[in-house]
């Protein structure tokens, strides 16, 4: 599965990656998940067979290459998100 978080800088997108890292490995026991988040080193985390990828970038162009695209627009998300979550 392939995942795209995109949006503007200082808007949490490093914040919600990792929020979803954490619930895959929550629903998922056997994840592999690569995390690309150039504000942050990229990571290969876990063993599992089931592979993941989460690409954290200022804008999406090729958004069709991605099987979930989260659009982050205003700061007012990551706090709502992590309510939710």
């Known amino acids: ?31 592999c998940i690569t995390v690309n988040d150039p504000s942050r080193e990229v990571k290969e985390l876990g063993a599992g067979d089931n592979k993941y990828v989460i690409d954290v ?7 069709g290459d991605y099987d979930i695209v989260v659009n982050v ?3 007012a998300f990551i706090d709502r998100f992590k309510e939710l979550y």
């Open 1 to 31: 599965m392939k995942i795209l978080i995109i949006g503007e800088s200082g808007l949490g997108k490093s914040n919600i990656s990792d929020i979803i890292r954490n619930g895959i490995f929550k629903a998922d026991s056997n994840a």
């Open 73 to 75: 627009k205003t700061k």
């Open 57 to 63: 970038l200022h804008d999406g162009e090729n958004v």
